[in-house]
């Protein structure tokens, strides 16, 4: 298992520690791609993986369109949300979710710094 890979394994299932639960990524994310479904084998998690709109990088708004929160038996809660700092050679602009204002405090994020 290469560095990043379980690094970035182990910072979620940190974040994760009771089933069900489900994290939000984009769907070009290395988690995502390249981690050989670490994140359902290790956190027993489900991903959503959201295409973002803009062709560059995820905001707040699909998130939170995309996040599952309150007690919908039929899915698992958004607990975590994974962002990359760089993706395909260009820098994520995470300002748009610094500071978190109207994020729900039940779910936590996640940086893969690469």
Known sequence: MSCDLQTNQLAIRTHLTQPPHS???????????????????HSQASSHAVPPRNGHHLTLEEVLDNAVFGEDIHSAPTKLVSLENTLSGSASDLASFFPRCGFPRTAQMHLDVD
């Open 23 to 41: 994290i939000i990524l984009d769907a070009r994310s290395h988690v995502h791609l390249y981690e050989a479904g670490g994140v359902a084998m």
